[in-house]
């Protein structure tokens, strides 16, 4: 209910306190004993909530569950979130949320869930999805652009990501054009955006975003034991997903708008500042499957890789999955 969720958001706000009966119930304008009865069913949903008489009520500990109580106390954010489906288990939060846009849902619609079925990777790839390991989360925006500048989203997410897990964890990570970001050179995130568009005009983007969060290296399956990580296997220790997503919405608002007010520019130099494949010989494995050798100089202004091969020929890579050369 709301009030439960308010309580819940002056509990996540004043952690380090007990907060009196009196003060909740002013605050939210309902009966202290309605108070206590919203305490005693966050208490059931498994909050551990300390009662001390004529001191109030001090939050100890939360659930590890994504509940759109959780993630709402604490969100910074003005837009982005103002709606939030969490559900248990979905085949794919992309899915859902394609859905949700084609009926009209509100920019800033997050969908969300604990374990994903068929998570969905780009070109008809799957993302592993285990439960309660990660964050699995799709985003609607719905931008007044034009199509051809949608793919500028997924370099926009992906920088927002980087500073978002970086303020939240401490941990300093990489983008992999276009949409991986890695630490020490291990795959931990995935990005795929998708749009939705009316001749050449976006009605919606669904941002997918898989992060792993707390997966266990015997988590992956045997093909990603080499190649994945996730942020606890890193870090060696378990972090809250609630505060990550938290700080992954802030971003995006942040930079979205920016975008909006001053264009693609910014974020690109953004962009390009996290980029490790710039400035190095790579293969660029396009979806056709030829493979253009060369030197990545940069990305333009649509976000497109430009490749230069050894003849000095610019290609411009649209979709590929890139490799660096040894060399
Ligand atoms: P991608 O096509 O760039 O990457 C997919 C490839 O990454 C897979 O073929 C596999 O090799 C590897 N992979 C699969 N799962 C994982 C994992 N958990 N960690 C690291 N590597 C993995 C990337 O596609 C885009 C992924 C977006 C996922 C989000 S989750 C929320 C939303 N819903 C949904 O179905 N997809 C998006």
Known sequence: SKTKNHILKLLFENRNDYLSGQKISDEIGC???????????????????????????????????????????????????????????????????????????????????EEQTSGRGRLGRQWHSPKGAGIWMSLIIRPDIQINKAPQFT????????????????????????????????????????????????????????????????????????????????????????????????????????YMDEGFHFIKLLWESYAISLGKKIYARKTNGDVIYGLAQGIDDEGVLLLRDDDGHIHKIYSADIELSSQ
């Open 31 to 113: 009966s202290r004993t309605a108070v206590w009865k919203h305490i005693k069913e966050l208490e059931n949903e498994g909050y551990s909530i300390a009662s001390v008489h004529k001191r109030g009520y001090k939050l100890i500990d939360a659930p590890d569950q994504l509940s759109e109580a959780r993630i709402r106390a604490g969100l910074e954010t003005e837009r982005l979130g103002h709606r939030l489906v969490c559900k248990d288990e979905l085949p794919s939060t992309q899915k859902e949320a394609q859905h949700l846009a084609e009926d009209g849902a509100e920019e800033g619609t997050v969908v969300l869930a």
């Open 155 to 258: 370099l926009l997410t992906a920088a927002a990501v980087v500073k978002a897990v970086k303020r939240a964890t401490g941990l300093d990570c990489e983008i992999k054009w276009p949409n991986d970001i890695l630490y020490k050179g291990k795959k931990f995130v995935g990005i795929l955006t998708e749009c939705q568009a009316e001749a050449a005009d976006v009605k919606a983007i669904i941002i997918g975003i898989g992060i792993n969060v707390n997966t266990d290296i015997e988590d992956f399956p045997d093909e990603l034991k080499d190649i994945a990580t996730s942020l606890r296997i890193e870090a060696g220790k378990t972090f809250d997903r609630a505060e990550i997503i938290q700080a992954i919405l802030k971003e995006i608002e942040s930079l979205y708008k920016m």
